[in-house]
Every structure is written in C-alpha cells, then in structure tokens.
C-alpha cells in the first residue's frame, strides 16, 4: 500500500465581537486548521490534522511542495520511515524545523489513520491500549481574562457539565490573576483541580509574585509562564516552590527539544501537541521519554475533532497520561464541523470513538464553508 497523493487542507472562521477570548498571547480574532489527507494505492484515505503556527498558507505550501514530493511512493505504513526521511531533509538540514514538523505531524496522523483501517482496528488498539475512561480539563480557547464573577460563572458552567478540573488563564496583570484563582477557588471549592496557563506572558518577577498564591490554592499546575526556548526563566521559576509543577509542551517539537526539557530539569508536566510535535510517531517517543523520569502527559489538542480523537485514542495507550485537555470554547465550529469527537461524562472522563483509525467521518463538501483566511488568529496589544 503506497502514499499516492497528500493534500493539506487549510479552515478558517472569525471570531465575531463578543465571541472573542483574551489570554496571555492575546485575543482570538479568528481560528484555523488544516486537515492533510493521504491517500494510498488502495483506495485507503486517512485523514490528519497539522496546526497552522501563525502562518497556515505557509504550512500548506510546505506540506504540498516540499513534504509530500519527498514521501509519495513510500509505503503508507512506514511512519518511520517517513519520520525519518523528513527528519533527514527537513528537520536537521536546511529545513524549516518546527514548520516541518508541524507538516510531518498531520502526515503522520493521516498515516495512523490508514493503518487504522487498513487493521480494522480502533486507534488505541492498534497503539496497544484500552478503551478506558480518561480524566478531562475543560480547556481549550475559554475562561480567558474577565471580571472575576463572570471568569467564576463560567468554570462553573463546566463543572456542571462534568468537569472536575478547569484551567484558568493567566499572564494579565500579576495582580489581576491572583484576584482571579482566589475568587475561582473560593467559588468552586476544594474538589476542582484549578489548572493555570500563562501562554508566555510572564516574567521571572510575575511568577514570583504568583507561584506562592498558586500554592496556597493547590493549583494543579503553572503551564508555560515563559517562552519556549528560555530555559533559564524555568530552571529559575523551579527553585520557587516545589509544590506547583511547572507545565510546557505545546510549543516544543520533536523528541530532541523534550530532551532539552528534561535536561532544563524545570518542566514537571509535559503538554506535546500531536498535530505540532512531529505526530503520533513523534508523541509515543516523547512519551516514552516522559515515562521513563516519571512525567505526567497531558498532551494538548488543538481545533479540530480529528486531533481531539486522535488524543483520546494516544493517552489511552500510553501508560503516563494525566489529563485530556477539552476544547470547551463556547464557539468552534471547526470542532464540531464531524460531529461529536468526544463526550464528558458525569464522572468527568471521556473514552476513546471505536471505529477503525482515528474513527472520525470526514465529509469534504463542509470544507468548502471555512475558506482560509491567512494570516495569524491573533491580535496582541504591545
Ligand atoms: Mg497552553
């Protein structure tokens, strides 16, 4: 069975006034993705998911004429191969690092598909796993910043739903957060595991403000108070207190820049994105990595439900996960343009879609209601 075509498929939608949510890199002003289809020699298509970085035209053009000429022909089975021949001519040598690996992630996504359906097997079969029920954040594009009443109201909306865990966004004003996790955990009392996320818009002198109020408050976690690569902020942030576990992963590619992590000796959570870190492929070695210096995995999902399954599926066959992170925004229709990817239940857990790969029905002609508008989804106030 050989790949015999690849398409990259970029999504857009705006974000009207009123539908936007504001967080530590600032507003939405639109969402993107971009589905990457593979077809294959026989007459098996799977179907992933690449995140589009700021750049979705950008990624589109890579995968279409620079990934897919050097993968085509190969067999549609062989993820690594195919990792490693992207990891030879795109990631290590004159490529374009984290874009190729945004690519090669939806590729690889799309090729457990088939693989999938080539079996007849559900995804967390094939990974070796088991439909077993998995605790869920409400997360995603929601709780962004706003008074403390309405941020309050809203976490509770999702704990009424099912959720046991909500995660709150930070990096506005040092003052601001704390007023804000001290109103949320006063309102929701002590059984919600409050998880916080600063989407890099913190300094070492925020966090030493915030981090001992985090503490008091048993948040679950601090996620990404710095940018990606500023290793020694995290080292720093570390020796703060030991009771709040610092969080990253969303922003780091590939199995070599989660090594830097572990050797950064900072990071406690660990939150790969399997259409951004390199794929499924790329996702079990950096679980495995994690397992091994007994990190938790709780591995990010980004816009549509072909990631979010593609989520569930992984963190039922990995021995380390903590949390599947839910895309509770009020409005995404990127989401829910499948159908439904995923189900809270009351005991705040979802379980894995049973049909064969990824188990998710792509309809194509919905493609043609969410033209690409290129460009970056969001605006910051510098
Ligand atoms: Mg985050």
């Given at each position: 069975?050989?790949?015999?075509?690849?398409?990259?498929?970029?999504?857009?939608?705006?974000?009207?006034?009123?539908?936007?949510?504001?967080?530590g890199i600032?507003?939405?002003?639109?969402?993107?993705?971009?589905?990457?289809?593979?077809?294959?020699?026989?007459?098996?298509?799977?179907?992933?998911?690449?995140?589009?970085?700021?750049?979705?035209?950008?990624?589109?053009?890579?995968?279409?004429?620079?990934?897919?000429?050097?993968?085509?022909?190969?067999?549609?089975?062989?993820?690594?191969?195919?990792?490693?021949?992207?990891?030879?001519?795109?990631?290590?040598?004159?490529?374009?690092g984290s874009?190729?690996?945004?690519?090669?992630?939806?590729?690889?996504?799309?090729?457990?598909?088939?693989?999938?359906?080539?079996?007849?097997?559900?995804?967390?079969?094939?990974?070796?796993?088991?439909?077993?029920?998995?605790?869920?954040?409400?997360?995603?594009?929601?709780?962004?910043?706003?008074?403390?009443?309405?941020?309050?109201?809203?976490?509770?909306?999702?704990?009424?739903?099912?959720?046991?865990?909500?995660?709150?966004?930070l990096g506005?004003t040092a003052?601001?957060d704390?007023?804000?996790?001290?109103?949320?955990?006063?309102?929701?009392?002590?059984?919600?595991?409050?998880?916080t996320d600063a989407n890099t818009a913190y300094t070492i002198a925020d966090v030493r403000r915030v981090l001992p109020?985090l503490a008091?408050?048993?948040a679950?976690w601090l996620e990404e108070p710095f940018a990606c690569s500023d290793f020694a902020s995290y080292r720093e942030a570390a020796k703060i207190t030991s009771l709040v576990p610092i969080a990253a992963g969303e922003n780091h590619y590939t199995r070599f820049e989660f090594a830097q992590l572990l050797e950064a000796g900072s990071v406690r959570i660990w939150q790969p994105?399997?259409?951004?870190c390199?794929?499924?492929?790329?996702?079990?070695?950096i679980?495995?990595l994690a397992?091994?210096h007994?990190i938790?995995?709780?591995?990010?999902?980004?816009?549509?439900?072909?990631?979010?399954?593609?989520?569930?599926?992984?963190?039922?066959?990995?021995?380390?996960?903590?949390?599947?992170?839910?895309?509770?925004?009020?409005?995404?229709?990127?989401?829910?343009?499948?159908?439904?990817?995923?189900?809270?239940?009351?005991?705040?857990?979802?379980?894995?879609?049973?049909?064969?790969?990824?188990?998710?029905?792509?309809?194509?002609?919905?493609?043609?209601?969410?033209?690409?508008?290129?460009?970056?989804?969001?605006?910051?106030?510098?």
């Amino acid at each position: 069975m050989k790949i015999t075509a690849i398409t990259a498929i970029p999504l857009s939608f705006r974000l009207d006034q009123g539908k936007t949510v504001t967080m530590g890199i600032g507003s939405t002003t639109k969402r993107d993705a971009i589905i990457v289809k593979v077809e294959t020699s026989e007459g098996i298509t799977g179907y992933g998911e690449a995140h589009p970085g700021r750049s979705p035209g950008a990624v589109v053009s890579l995968i279409h004429n620079t990934l897919a000429p050097m993968l085509i022909g190969m067999q549609a089975t062989d993820c690594i191969g195919v990792w490693k021949r992207v990891h030879r001519m795109q990631l290590s040598s004159h490529g374009v690092g984290s874009g190729a690996s945004l690519g090669l992630a939806g590729i690889d996504m799309a090729l457990w598909d088939i693989r999938g359906k080539a079996a007849n097997m559900p995804l967390y079969e094939l990974l070796g796993g088991s439909k077993r029920r998995l605790p869920a954040y409400a997360g995603g594009i929601s709780l962004g910043y706003q008074p403390k009443e309405s941020l309050a109201e809203e976490a509770q909306e999702y704990v009424a739903r099912g959720y046991k865990a909500v995660k709150l966004r930070l990096g506005d004003t040092a003052a601001k957060d704390i007023e804000r996790v001290l109103h949320v955990r006063k309102v929701l009392g002590d059984d919600i595991d409050i998880l916080t996320d600063a989407n890099t818009a913190y300094t070492i002198a925020d966090v030493r403000r915030v981090l001992p109020v985090l503490a008091e408050i048993k948040a679950g976690w601090l996620e990404e108070p710095f940018a990606c690569s500023d290793f020694a902020s995290y080292r720093e942030a570390a020796k703060i207190t030991s009771l709040v576990p610092i969080a990253a992963g969303e922003n780091h590619y590939t199995r070599f820049e989660f090594a830097q992590l572990l050797e950064a000796g900072s990071v406690r959570i660990w939150q790969p994105d399997l259409s951004k870190c390199g794929g499924i492929t790329e996702g079990l070695a950096i679980a495995a990595l994690a397992s091994a210096h007994r990190i938790p995995m709780n591995t990010h999902s980004s816009a549509t439900g072909l990631n979010h399954a593609a989520t569930i599926h992984f963190a039922s066959a990995i021995e380390n996960t903590q949390y599947f992170e839910a895309c509770v925004s009020h409005y995404n229709p990127l989401r829910d343009m499948f159908g439904v990817s995923f189900e809270i239940g009351k005991d705040g857990c979802v379980e894995p879609l049973d049909k064969p790969g990824i188990g998710i029905e792509v309809d194509e002609s919905i493609f043609a209601k969410y033209p690409l508008i290129d460009g970056p989804g969001y605006v910051v106030k510098f």
